[in-house]
């Protein structure tokens, strides 16, 4: 409890900051920010989320992301936030190689950190945002109205699981919540034609059983039907295994027992592992030893400290061609083995 009144204390300090210099210059508070609007964007524009709806009256300036994929669209329309929320990979300003171009010569963003987790109330207030997006997030009722209060919100549509929004909403929402809406189909439309291409060029994937694990606190870990992940494989073709939906439920993912290591036993399984020892134990496990799809080889092992092992989790209107030019081919290599 204390810790809670010192974070509202810090929180109601910062708020009474902002409001003694809010005829300032916006550019002399820290991080990047450079946006411009675009031309015919139409506002106010009203966003309904989760929690309601936030109404954005202007055109942002200054963009913080409490969710931990919007900078990739934010930057493919042509905008760098002043700050964003770094969830692995220690890259400079939370930006990845495959977004390196989209941002340019632009200064890199300030890196919120939580090791917790928790939402860094103190620092965002401290950056004077115009808008904060919480969409590839888990963000509670009371986190959201605390947030409200230091600018507009957006957090992703209710019928989408904590981390479950598709980067088609991501892209498009973003898109409108900076006026640049007709831009954002253009990039979604671009990346879905990109992947019925890959689609059409691997037929075997036609049919086959794909899934995407990892190993986490000394368990395989499974993806669902409402992960980004998940997603992208059913995207190029594949089926995922029957009763996953129904063992990861409302979540976008669960850790796997050994009753249900039957999950494991597709066509093709995609392991995003920390290291090369993670790597080993996973194939030593007695249950999956024994699988076909271990036996057969058929398994994509993608280092998470490497860029192909990090897009493979950062599914964005911008990681996803890079994937399909090196992650695709490796599943067909997988599915081919017998």
Do not use: N
């Amino acid at each position: 409890m204390p810790k809670v009144l010192s974070l509202l204390a810090g929180l109601a300090l910062a708020l009474l900051v902002l409001a003694g210099c809010g005829d300032d210059d916006p550019s002399s508070a820290t991080g990047a920010g450079t946006v411009s609007t675009a031309a015919g964007a139409s506002f106010p524009a009203t966003i309904t989320h989760r929690y309601g709806s936030t109404e954005i009256e202007r055109a942002p300036e200054r963009i913080v992301t409490v969710g931990l994929v919007e900078q990739d669209a934010l930057l493919a329309l042509g905008i760098t936030p002043v700050a964003t929320t770094e969830w692995f990979g220690d890259r400079p300003g939370a930006i990845f190689p495959w977004a390196k171009d989209e941002q340019g010569d632009a200064p890199d963003p300030t890196v919120l950190k939580s090791p917790t987790g928790a939402v860094q109330f103190e620092k965002i207030a401290a950056l004077r945002p115009d808008l904060i997006l919480a969409l590839y997030a888990d963000l509670k009722k009371t986190d959201y109205d605390k947030l409200s209060r230091i600018a507009p919100v957006v957090v992703a549509p209710k019928q989408y699981v904590p981390y479950g929004i598709p980067w088609q909403d991501v892209t498009t929402i973003v898109g409108r919540a900076v006026g640049r809406p007709a831009q954002a189909a253009e990039l979604v439309d671009g990346v879905e034609q990109q992947l019925a291409d890959a689609k059409a060029a691997h037929p075997e994937f036609a049919g086959r059983r794909g899934l995407v694990a990892t190993y986490f606190e000394g368990k395989p870990y499974v993806y669902g039907p409402q992960d980004p992940r998940g997603r992208l494989l059913t995207t190029l073709g594949f089926s995922l295994p029957d009763g996953l939906q129904e063992y990861v439920g409302t979540e976008f993912g669960r850790d796997l027992s050994e009753e249900r290591a039957d999950l494991l036993d597709v066509d093709a399984i995609t392991w995003l592992v920390a290291s090369d020892k993670d790597r080993q134990v996973i194939r030593d496990r007695p249950t999956y030893r024994r699988l076909p799809v271990r036996q057969k080889g058929r398994e994509v092992f993608l280092d998470e400290t490497t860029t192909l092992g990090q897009a493979a989790s950062f599914i964005s209107v911008l990681s996803i061609p890079y994937l399909l030019d090196e992650l695709v081919p490796q599943l067909s290599t997988a599915v081919e083995r017998e």
